[in-house]
Nanobody
């Protein structure tokens, strides 16, 4: 059974940091590209960051220089380090795994940036 379990969300003040984690099981993690998406109320889900199975990273322009994605293939986990958070980063953050044929989603974790 495929599972993607996000954790690490919460309430943080502007300028603060959070580290999201996604624990994967039920598939061969190292064969999949892993990504973080987010969705704010009333908006479409958007890609935040991705990391290939070879470790190549990519980021949305809005988070470049502030967010960092990493993966640990030995522990089947992917992380999103988020720094210098602002109100525009408030959203539900989702972990995604995909290969050529299939994609999986986690349930999401809420990140709220507010003073």
């Amino acid at each position: 059974q495929v599972q993607l379990m996000e954790s690490g969300g919460g309430l943080v003040q502007p300028g603060g940091s959070l580290r999201l984690s996604c624990a994967a099981s039920g598939f061969t993690f190292s064969n999949y590209k892993m990504s973080w998406y987010r969705q704010a109320p009333g908006t479409e889900r958007e890609l935040v960051a991705g990391i290939t199975n070879g470790g190549t990273t990519s980021y949305a322009d809005s988070v470049k220089g502030r967010f960092s994605i990493s993966r640990d293939n030995a522990k089947n986990t992917v992380h999103l380090q988020m720094n210098s958070l602002n109100a525009d980063d408030t959203a539900v953050y989702y972990c995604n795994a995909r290969n050529t044929w299939v994609g999986y989603w986690g349930q999401g974790t809420q990140v709220t940036v507010s003073s």
